[in-house]
């Protein structure tokens, strides 16, 4: 495995460290931990600066609090440490960042935004350059009055920057104009009522993306033109077995390198979900759920080797991993870290 380092995020109003440096044992897979940093209030989600951006690694974290700010941090060492100071991303609780075009991206949940922010050539945001508000509700009167922006994350093409919205049922396409730092909404597709997306990832041949839903443990399959800058829903698949008790709440979706399964990890039922997909990517069927080696796992990960998940279970306080059997995609439980609050994970 060519990773040495995993990052994981945990929620400091609920006593994690904030972000927790982890050797990983390329045999095995385990983490030991190295280090620890609480710089960040509620660092929910990281990302890593490509191979193209600063010199030396930079990682980047949101403060998913109400004041909404991101961070960059230098992990060229043992424990994370600040790059200047957190810089507000001009929205509420954002959960997720990603990086586009020497640009940092932020979905802000609780405002119902997405913000975009230049980076500078030592790795800090700049302010915002941009905030694109979401507009719409939901049938759910308890989640979907309002926008719930969940994710954002650029295409495989690099062309279009997708968001996924909770309150509106729906995904919106953009394009980032790397002159202006601004996205211009290009369209947007609905997806079924009362549903709640919450986050997407692409099929590895870049034609099919997967929609994850929270309010409902189904998964919706999608067609991608990357040229034109559609996206087309063609079929759903249950993500939890039929009789399972609600509520189930998915979180997280991966999809293997080889584009012949899917994974999620599924809060309240505790377990990760496993999904055949046929050769075109356009149908996925549950085959199999085991238990996530905990309690809420709010994270799924592949490992770079794409032989290992890693759940990051927020409310047992814990990243556990899971050998994935080559022939049936089935994890077996491996072991665990000890992570109070654990919310992600990425590897290096």
């Given at each position: 495995?060519?990773?040495?380092?995993?990052?994981?995020?945990?929620?400091?109003?609920?006593?994690?460290?904030?972000?927790?440096?982890?050797?990983?044992?390329?045999?095995?897979?385990?983490?030991?931990?190295?280090?620890?940093?609480?710089?960040?209030?509620?660092?929910?989600?990281?990302?890593?600066?490509?191979s193209s951006g600063p010199a030396r690694p930079v990682l980047y974290a949101v403060s998913e609090t109400s004041e909404g700010a991101v961070a960059?941090?230098?992990?060229?060492?043992?424990?994370?440490?600040?790059?200047?100071?957190?810089?507000?991303?001009?929205?509420?609780?954002?959960?997720?960042?990603?990086?586009?075009?020497?640009?940092?991206?932020?979905?802000?949940?609780?405002?119902?935004?997405?913000?975009?922010?230049?980076?500078?050539?030592?790795?800090?945001?700049?302010?915002?350059?941009?905030?694109?508000?979401?507009?719409?509700?939901?049938?759910?009167?308890?989640?979907?009055?309002?926008?719930?922006?969940?994710?954002?994350?650029?295409?495989?093409?690099?062309?279009?920057?997708?968001?996924?919205?909770?309150?509106?049922?729906?995904?919106?396409?953009?394009?980032?104009?790397?002159?202006?730092?601004?996205?211009?909404?290009?369209?947007?597709?609905?997806?079924?009522?009362?549903?709640?997306?919450?986050?997407?990832?692409?099929?590895?041949?870049?034609?099919?993306?997967?929609?994850?839903?929270?309010?409902?443990?189904?998964?919706?399959?999608?067609?991608?033109?990357?040229?034109?800058?559609?996206?087309?829903?063609?079929?759903?698949?249950?993500?939890?077995?039929?009789?399972?008790?609600?509520?189930?709440?998915?979180?997280?979706?991966?999809?293997?390198?080889?584009?012949?399964?899917?994974?999620?990890?599924?809060?309240?039922?505790?377990?990760?979900?496993?999904?055949?997909?046929?050769?075109?990517?356009?149908?996925?069927?549950?085959?199999?759920?085991?238990?996530?080696?905990?309690?809420?796992?709010?994270?799924?990960?592949?490992?770079?080797?794409?032989?290992?998940?890693?759940?990051?279970?927020?409310?047992?306080?814990?990243?556990?991993?899971?050998?994935?059997?080559?022939?049936?995609?089935?994890?077996?439980?491996?072991?665990?870290?000890?992570?109070?609050?654990?919310?992600?994970?990425?590897?290096?």
């Amino acid at each position: 495995m060519s990773a040495v380092r995993a990052f994981i995020g945990s929620f400091t109003s609920a006593g994690g460290c904030g972000i927790v440096t982890a050797a990983v044992d390329g045999r095995t897979g385990a983490l030991t931990e190295t280090g620890a940093s609480d710089a960040v209030a509620d660092p929910s989600f990281l990302a890593l600066a490509a191979s193209s951006g600063p010199a030396r690694p930079v990682l980047y974290a949101v403060s998913e609090t109400s004041e909404g700010a991101v961070a960059a941090l230098d992990v060229s060492g043992g424990a994370p440490r600040l790059i200047g100071v957190p810089v507000p991303v001009c929205g509420a609780a954002p959960t997720h960042l990603a990086l586009a075009s020497d640009h940092l991206m932020t979905a802000n949940y609780g405002s119902g935004s997405v913000s975009v922010l230049p980076l500078r050539p030592d790795g800090r945001a700049s302010a915002a350059s941009g905030v694109m508000h979401h507009e719409g509700a939901g049938p759910d009167p308890d989640r979907q009055r309002g926008p719930h922006a969940h994710q954002v994350l650029p295409d495989p093409s690099g062309r279009w920057v997708l968001s996924v919205d909770l309150g509106t049922d729906s995904v919106r396409i953009c394009a980032l104009d790397p002159g202006t730092g601004e996205l211009n909404l290009h369209s947007e597709t609905a997806l079924r009522p009362g549903t709640g997306p919450r986050h997407l990832a692409f099929h590895p041949a870049g034609a099919h993306a997967y929609v994850l839903n929270e309010l409902e443990p189904t998964l919706v399959v999608c067609r991608w033109d990357a040229d034109a800058g559609v996206l087309e829903p063609v079929g759903e698949a249950a993500v939890a077995p039929q009789g399972t008790p609600r509520p189930v709440y998915p979180s997280e979706v991966v999809v293997s390198p080889d584009g012949r399964r899917l994974w999620t990890a599924n809060r309240g039922q505790d377990a990760i979900a496993v999904l055949s997909l046929d050769e075109t990517g356009e149908r996925a069927e549950l085959v199999a759920t085991v238990p996530c080696g905990g309690r809420w796992p709010r994270d799924l990960t592949l490992d770079p080797s794409g032989r290992r998940l890693y759940a990051a279970n927020e409310h047992s306080g814990d990243v556990t991993w899971f050998d994935v059997d080559p022939q049936t995609g089935v994890p077996r439980r491996a072991g665990s870290l000890d992570v109070p609050a654990a919310s992600c994970v990425i590897f290096a």
